[in-house]
């Protein structure tokens, strides 16, 4: 009897550590849900999906990342404020998408001449390296990325900025400025309107960043595409991780996810600079022109983007912020960029 007895102690603490050494290795496993924007076959969700992969096998499992695109995770307006609250594990979409909750990186947006998306994407994380603006300090920034540069598209043909004048232009919320700078109406809808609304006329032009060419068909809409780099801004994206989730991996893991979004800023970067390339050729073929205007014209039309500038200098001098300091090192960056 006491022999028997022994055997099924031994036994009852043989499974006790089992389940114990199960509980813990479910504990040291962190499963990570990603919101996307893009659809699923987009090589932008198809480079994050690789992301979350190359995290899994830097941790040896420990951490894993699903993505959910097409915004099925969250509406993309509630991706910042879903990721803080832990509705999101990881978020992507556009900083604008945060209206007045980024106000210090809102300098990414302004037209500051950007000529490639890889060129933005290195300003943007070199920006947060520098500034570390505390509006970031409810989530964790994995890295910043975004599409440029941004110009103007029109339905009918123009040779100038001068001939925008009193067209009704599609524009996003932070880039109104920069339409009604060069003396055009502004017409603000999602991007998901803009095919339809350039289509049937209800508006005469849009500013996109040369991706949407092809990544939203507004090649098959439009005629023309002024290159003038004296209105070229960014659209910037933040890739973003709950606090509390962060907080939870290991240090050593930590170091491992950090190492690999360094290697995912300039893949990023770079497949913005592809995806343009692939965008113009894809337009041209659709029979729209590109229009290169002159170093003078360029000119001009940065003098008129000033008081856009400017603007963004008075708002973030109202909250406190150092936005012309940020201002400076972001065209002084663009100025040295090789």
């Not at 604008?96 to 500051?112: C, D, I, K, N, W």
């Not at 603000?188 to 095919?195: D, Q």
């Not at 913005?272 to 000119?299: I, R």
């Amino acid at each position: 009897m006491e022999k028997r007895f022994m055997f099924r102690l031994v036994l009852l603490a043989t499974v006790l550590i089992f389940v114990l050494s199960a509980g813990n290795l479910f504990a040291d496993t962190m499963k990570l849900r990603l919101s996307a924007m893009w659809p699923p076959h987009h090589p932008h969700t198809k480079l994050l999906d690789q992301w979350g992969k190359d995290i899994e096998k830097a941790t040896n499992g420990r951490v894993s990342v699903t993505v959910f695109a097409s915004n099925t995770l969250s509406p993309p307006m509630q991706v910042f404020d879903n990721t803080v609250k832990g509705i999101v594990d990881v978020g992507c979409t556009l900083l604008a998408y945060a209206p007045g909750r980024l106000p210090l990186s809102e300098v990414l947006q302004l037209p500051l001449g950007y000529t490639s998306g890889y060129q933005a994407t290195k300003l943007a994380n070199a920006f947060y390296k520098k500034f570390r603006p505390k509006e970031f300090d409810d989530v964790k920034l994995m890295y910043l990325h975004g599409a440029a540069p941004g110009f103007l598209f029109t339905k009918k043909p123009i040779k100038s900025i001068e001939e925008a004048k009193g067209l009704r232009i599609r524009a996003n919320a932070e880039n109104i400025g920069i339409v009604k700078a060069i003396g055009a109406a502004p017409v603000t809808m999602p991007v998901s309107e803009a095919y339809d609304a350039l289509s049937r006329g209800v508006v005469d032009g849009t500013l996109f960043p040369l991706e949407a060419l092809q990544g939203f068909k507004i090649g098959e809409v439009v005629k023309t595409v002024l290159e003038n780099h004296g209105i070229s801004y960014m659209t910037s994206l933040y890739v973003i991780m709950n606090k509390d989730k962060w907080n939870k991996i290991s240090p050593e893991d930590q170091k491992a996810i950090e190492k690999i979004n360094e290697e995912y800023i300039e893949k990023f970067g770079k497949q913005w600079t592809e995806l343009d390339g692939k965008a113009k050729e894809f337009a041209k073929s659709k029979g729209v022109t590109f229009v290169s205007v002159s170093k003078e014209e360029e000119e001009a039309t940065a003098k008129k983007m000033k008081p856009v500038l400017d603007e963004y200098v008075k708002m973030a001098k109202s909250k406190g912020l150092p936005g012309e300091e940020a201002l400076k090192f972001c065209q002084d960056y663009l100025k040295s960029f090789k």
